[in-house]
């Protein structure tokens, strides 16, 4: 089992610049979760999907923000235009989904630590 | 609305010493509850988790959590610390209804002294 991977592990980038960030969940979880963390706010819950359909994204700061689920095994989360304030680690997560799935553990990836200058 | 709120940014403990980090949260509804361990530049693993069997749940690294409806309370407790135990640790609850969302704690940081 190779876990939840996640690219690229550090982003550096201009403000104004667009930026995607990419993940692989662990195969045959079918929920998928992506988090934010930063020293003010701590661990945020931006988004997350079951099955590729996003179920909730009030999350989401603003409409620079979008994710994609395409597939059960990929999903996106881009910002465009990307500001200084975006600056976090940005966590993707994924769980079995289905009945009595909700007390299944999240599996966490490495993160991605972005930079906006 | 579910939440937690953890009590306590910064624990700092002695080699040897008991640790106790406190977890308190809200729900309306049965709660599955969760501790989370993260080591520096790394994703958070799970320590333990309480999902309505037993109230005293044990996890990996010595560690282990006692449920308590009446105080809406779930610490994580270890009899000795580590200095391999020094991480930010949080607390998790299931979100409302049947979503399934995990809303997280602060989280509290864990130094262990020699």
């Known amino acids: 089992d190779a876990g939840v991977i996640q690219s690229p592990r550090h982003e550096v980038t201009e403000m104004g610049q667009e930026v995607t960030l990419r993940c692989k969940p662990i195969?045959?979880?079918?929920?998928l979760f992506w988090y934010r963390q930063t020293m003010m706010r701590g661990l945020e819950l931006l988004i997350y999907?079951?099955?590729?359909?996003?179920?909730?994204d009030s999350g989401m700061p603003e409409d620079r923000f979008s994710a994609k689920m395409p597939n059960a095994s990929f999903s996106t989360l881009k910002i465009q235009p990307s500001e200084p304030r975006d600056s976090a680690v940005y966590f993707c997560?994924?769980?079995?989904?289905?009945?009595?799935?909700?007390?299944?553990?999240?599996?966490f990836g490495n993160g991605t630590r972005l930079t906006v200058t | 609305a579910q939440s937690v709120t953890q009590l306590g940014s910064h624990v700092s403990v002695s080699e040897g010493a008991l640790v106790l980090l406190r977890c308190n949260y809200s729900s309306s509804v049965p709660p599955y509850l969760f501790w989370y361990v993260q080591y520096p530049n790394q994703g958070l693993q799970l320590l333990l988790k309480y999902t309505s069997a037993a109230t005293l749940v044990k996890g990996i690294n010595g560690f282990e959590a006692e449920f308590k409806k009446s105080e809406t309370s779930f610490h994580l407790t270890k009899p000795s610390a580590h200095m391999s135990d020094a991480a930010e640790y949080f607390c998790a609850v299931t979100g409302s209804g049947n979503t399934g969302k995990l809303i997280f704690g602060q989280g509290t940081t864990l130094q262990v002294k020699p």
């Open positions: 997560a994924s769980r079995p989904a289905g009945g009595g799935s909700y007390n299944s553990p999240l599996h």
């Open positions: 999907f079951n099955n590729n359909v996003p179920i909730d």
């Open positions: 195969s045959g979880h079918n929920s």
